[in-house]
């Protein structure tokens, strides 16, 4: 499986959890130079993951309002007097 094969794979929580414990070990130290780049990338691409999910989730809640917004605004139409 390709590394953008997992990273789709994985949900927002999955990719956020092992974000956090990558951080955890970049901070806690005591890694060769070799192991804290792979756990830079890494947290690099799930970074991205959590990004991708957090835009996506934006663009649904902002599609979802602004049909509200059409709703309510075709319902104060229709309720128009005409004189």
Request: glycine share 10%; hydrophobic share 40%.
């Amino acid at each position: 499986m390709s590394s953008r094969t997992e990273e789709a794979a994985l949900s927002y929580e999955q990719a956020r959890d092992e974000l956090i414990e990558t951080v955890r070990r970049l901070e806690a130290g005591g890694t060769s130079l070799e192991e804290s780049l792979a756990l830079w990338e890494r947290g690099e691409e799930l970074a991205r993951v959590c990004r991708r999910w957090l835009e996506g989730a934006r663009a649904r809640l902002d599609a979802a309002l602004a049909a509200e917004e059409e709703g309510e605004e075709a319902e104060a139409g229709d309720g128009a007097v005409e004189g």
